[in-house]
């Protein structure tokens, strides 16, 4: 077939929405991040740190009513040092989470 014979037929499937359009990219890459066990379990690991300081400060906040769990951790002061520690933690992992995912 010679380049002249070649000619532009417009796309005739169903078109969809904008913003399925602009999630293609994503969505292949996060299918193909997550088939990879050891991905999945650090991904799933990166939740742990949220979850535990919410816990604390929970336990902070109830710590009369808990009677003595809430006395053990008594000592544990939450200011602004413990979320600076938890950011940094979260940030931590959603580094390397980009760095594996976007790619």
């Known amino acids: 077939m010679t380049i002249r014979e070649r000619r532009y037929t417009p796309w005739s499937g169903p078109l969809v929405g904008a ?5 293609v990219i994503p969505r292949y ?3 193909g991040a ?12 990166g939740f742990v740190l949220p979850l ?6 929970y336990i902070d906040a109830r ?26 933690g979260q940030s931590r992992f959603a580094f390397v989470v980009g760095l594996l995912v976007g790619p």
């Open 29 to 31: 890459a996060l299918r």
């Open 63 to 88: 710590a009369s009513q808990l009677g003595q769990v809430g006395q053990i951790l008594r000592g544990f002061e939450i200011d602004r040092t413990t979320f600076r520690y938890f950011l940094e």
């Open 34 to 45: 997550f088939r990879s066990r050891s991905f999945t379990s650090f991904y799933t690991l």
């Open 19 to 23: 913003w399925t359009r602009r999630l």
């Open 52 to 57: 535990l300081g919410l816990v604390l400060i």
